[in-house]
């Protein structure tokens, strides 16, 4: 199945509106470990790439996915400016001017976007960040293809790891972002960025399903 | 977990939180139109003078509700530009990038970054695009908080309060005309020789939040706290003031560790929320602490200079200074919030 | 009524309430010791170099708790001595009378005190005490607040922003030569010209109380509140910072009235617990209003110089300048927290 | 009936007991229309009365007036200081050198006292103030002797109007001192220096008092 920019377009969109209405949720959870404003960030950044997507919504894959990666470093700040427009800037750069796009392709560009975030940020796996739910999600979906499953099953796959990753950073201790401060303080609290991540790749999973989608905002209120 | 958007605002004298850092900005250059001038879309904050020709350029930056750092810093002697992220929220690079570009003086651009994965991401970004422009350009990383564990796995220690102290003396450096390589290595030389560590009674509100960030009891206080309300070291009862200055000086003392014999540079800072004269209560025990300990406070500073928007709480920061250290603190400096021999 | 006495310290980096004072008092001895001694009992915090011969000699003085108001204002170019009272209350004649002794400079001495009964006969009393000593004794009462009402049969209005502008410019006069005089009728002069008015969103706890002075609900404020947590002149809803400037300048610049094309010194003071960048939302405001008014800021001052306690909230000033009182604003100045020029 | 320095100097003991007891009573009136610091200020004055008593207790009366009212003046501070102050040292020059002092030579000293308020304070009567305890009581003390009473039952005579006028400050409106920035806000507050001197005269009656002394602060905890 070959994605089209409207289904990239739709994702973005989509994820946008996950973000509004989670955004006091991500922010509960850098409270407890951070500097409470993770879902304030992610909010005002995405509702930046809508404006920004807008006059560009018909172009090509990657030009949507680096306008995307632009807007967030010109409007998050923090961590997650840098770290989540790196991943969009990467990802765009290898589907540069692809109006339709190969399941290999894409999720190669989510493997370009990851390494994005482990340049910029440096962080290892069970440092308890984004990179924890990223990380498997990736290989989840390399995997998958690899096994000849659909795309469609692929990013299911993603997003259950990434879901799994995400609650697995509860136990870490942080090493990496402001929850390293915390020390041992940082034991027991779920991961805002890793949250976030979680919640970008089951969006893309549900865009991109032609089965009844997923509520996928439930999972996440718990 | 998700709660329900609060609508109040929570007892801020802004219009609204998502306004907050511009009306700031233009009342700042409303008020010191003679020493700065700010830029929107991206928030930058300029020494009027800017740039100035052949002068290193210091541009620092960071989330806004520190203030008056870094803006109110912006003037002769210290910095030649600031840029004012959302509230406790780094700026980004575009704002950095064009700081940059705002003064340099052909002489090259430091930029003053305080240890956080945010900030220090941002501005890295904002190096790569302004030496694309052609910009030389170096960083410097203040990692001064002692209640940080430190390890080469970790993000290691805040920058916090002798982020300002390196501002100051550092600026004065800028000016007198040394190079970029000379205000790199005094300025990696100040973060080296300062420690600092906080402490607060009470939380501060994030205007987007509307809420407080933790919830403190009465008898309570928050020790190792960084600036932007994240939790600290321990959460411990209430001591009395000579107790709280004798945790934050020991600690920080035994750090370095500073010796007898020693001069030291004293800052007691105000979180924001804390009066003056708690603060002079502070610096008595500070001094008492550090007499007994044979270390001299040959400068001192006590007010609000990093602050955590109304929290109550207070930071100490000593600096061991030398001749070059006391001579580019004691400077001229005029920005809007520290002032002298101009 | 009668309370059960309350044993927590509320949040205050204080060893016990009754020692906060002389506590600070030693911190400020220690921190600024180029610029001031302190004597205790009765307590006065004196210019290091007082008296000075020929020079009139400025004395100030009311309760502690509105720092960096008076102690911080004792230096060059402005005050010779204070004498802090208690917290909120003010100091007793025998502190008065030992601080007009220390400066007198045989060129007789100006007492500057706020127009609350308690200042007023405890300066009187002093005065009596000095002048029969021999001292040359003048007083001049600030009275600058419009939010209360005047009327020859009631105590009047009450002395607030304008003493910190009074204290600066008078000290420049006396700095300068100026005679006993000369500094009076200046003094009035500024007084004269003078308005202001505040506001609060939080109340301040007295630390021997150790409890709030009024509860306020999280959707209100207090406006034309005074500095030492007293009722203002109304309970309202909370408004906007734009609101909130307007109604604070437009009730002032009625008052005097300030009128199209003149020059005012604009003050936007916080009341201890207010943060800074909220203190600059204001300034824009007021900024704003004043512009539309026709009225022209030349010189301004922003951030906490007469505060009360952790009050949030704050107090706009306008003070019109001409050539003599801007010549004074700007002649050097030198305390612990005001300086320029030096 | 000749009073004696002991008297004296057992009123002004016992006063100081009660304005301890009463100190967050009175700091409490002050809250509503002032600064909220009445009880703190009496306190610290009179505590500071005790100590600098002890040394001269065995002095004559005017001594003893006149320690008190330096006591108070270099340690209230505030509107109390100079005007409690400046009551004690006019009523001290009254009496100065006495050890024993007459009927008339007591309420003469009251008088003094007033006197010495009105001058400091340029209160008027019905100003909401101290002044509109003490001049009622001056006046029934005055009214007393001349209908040839006994000076115990002129004091209670006293203190009855100083209670009665501190009564009716309730509904004035405040026209000199910190309450008076209140304007109409004041009324329905009782003033707090018309109770700190109605406490003062019921002290002065109960501590010479032959009967059985009253239970002087039952009657202001309500
Ligand atoms: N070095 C890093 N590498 C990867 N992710 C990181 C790193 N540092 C922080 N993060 C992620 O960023 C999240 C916090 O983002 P955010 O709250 O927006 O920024 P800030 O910490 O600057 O306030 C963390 O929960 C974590 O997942
Ligand atoms: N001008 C005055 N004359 C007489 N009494 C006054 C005057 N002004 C104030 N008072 C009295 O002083 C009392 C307040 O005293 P206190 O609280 O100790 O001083 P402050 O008002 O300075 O805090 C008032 O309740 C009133 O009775
Ligand atoms: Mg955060
Ligand atoms: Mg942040
Ligand atoms: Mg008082
Ligand atoms: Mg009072």
């Not at chain 1, 919504?57 to 409007?75: E, H």
């Not at chain 2, 850092?21 to 409303?30: H, N, P, S």
């Not at chain 2, 206080?221 to 321990?234: A, Q, T, W």
């Not at chain 2, 001591?239 to 010796?259: C, G, N, R």
Request: hydrophobic share 40%; aromatic share 4%; glycine share 12%.
């Amino acid at each position: 199945m070959a994605v089209t920019s409207a289904q990239i377009y739709g994702w973005l969109e989509r994820y946008a509106g996950i973000v509004a209405e989670q955004k006091q949720y991500l922010t509960g959870l850098d409270a407890a470990i951070g500097d409470g404003d993770h879902g304030i960030n992610m909010d005002r950044g995405f509702q930046t790439v809508l404006v920004k997507l807008a006059p560009v919504r018909d172009k090509d894959v990657g030009t949507l996915l680096k306008t995307t990666g632009m807007a967030l470093v010109g409007s998050v700040g923090g961590a997650g400016g840098p770290l989540y427009g790196t991943f969009f800037l990467r990802a765009g750069a290898a589907l540069d001017g692809k109006t339709e796009v190969s399941d290999r392709d894409l999720v190669g560009a989510l493997e370009a976007g990851l390494k994005g975030v482990v340049e910029r940020g440096k962080a290892n796996p069970n440092d308890k960040t984004m990179v924890d739910a990223l990380t498997p999600a990736v290989e989840q979906a390399k995997q998958a293809l690899a096994n000849g499953a659909p795309l469609e099953q692929a990013l299911t796959a993603a997003a259950d790891a990434a879901e799994k990753g995400m609650k697995a950073t509860i136990p870490l201790k942080a090493l990496k972002g402001r929850a390293s401060y915390l020390g041992d303080r940082s034991i027991g609290h779920q991961d805002p960025g890793a949250t976030s991540s979680y919640l970008m790749l089951r969006a893309l999973s549900d865009s991109l399903a032609t089965l009844p989608q997923r509520a996928t905002t439930t999972t996440t209120t718990t | 977990m998700a709660e329900a958007a609060v609508t109040t605002r929570l007892k801020k004298l802004i219009n609204t939180p998502e306004t907050e850092v511009k009306d700031a900005m233009a009342g700042m250059a409303a008020a010191h139109a003679d020493l700065i001038r700010v830029e929107y879309d991206p928030n930058v904050i300029i020494r009027k003078d800017a740039p100035r020709k052949g002068k290193v350029g210091l541009v620092s930056g960071g989330g806004s509700g520190h203030e008056p750092m870094h803006g109110g810093y912006v003037g002769l002697g210290m910095l030649d530009a600031a840029c004012p992220g959302a509230v406790f929220t780094s700026p980004t690079p575009d704002q950095m990038a064009r700081a940059t570009a705002a003064v340099d003086g052909v002489a090259g651009v430091l930029h003053v970054v305080k240890n956080y994965t945010g900030d220090i991401m941002n501005f890295e970004m904002a190096a790569e695009l302004a030496r694309g422009e052609g910009a030389k350009v170096n960083a410097v990383i203040t990692n001064d908080d002692v209640a940080v564990q430190d390890s080469l796995y970790t993000a290691g220690r805040r920058g916090v309060g002798v982020t300002v102290l390196l501002e100051k003396i550092v600026g004065g450096a800028a000016e007198a005309g040394a190079d970029l390589e000379a205000v790199t290595t005094l300025a990696k030389k100040v973060n080296a020789n300062g420690r600092s560590m906080g402490m607060a009674l009470t939380s501060c509100i994030v205007p987007v939040a509307g809420k407080v960030t933790f919830e403190i009891a009465d008898d309570e206080m928050e020790l190792g706290i960084g600036i932007h309300g994240e939790p600290g070291r321990e959460r411990t009862k209430l001591k009395s003031a000579d107790e709280i200055a004798e945790i934050l000086t020991s600690t920080i003392v035994k750090d370095l560790p500073y010796k007898r014999g020693d001069e030291v540079l004293a800052f007691v800072n105000g979180m924001g929320g804390t009066p003056l004269i708690e603060l002079y209560v502070i610096f008595n025990a500070v001094n008492r602490y550090l007499t007994g300990e044979g270390i001299k406070i040959t400068r001192s500073l006590v007010g609000n200079y990093i602050t955590s928007l109304e929290m109550a709480g207070c930071s100490v920061t000593l600096l061991k200074l030398d001749g070059e250290t006391t001579k580019f603190w004691d400077a001229p400096v005029h920005t809007p919030a520290l002032r002298w021999k101009v």
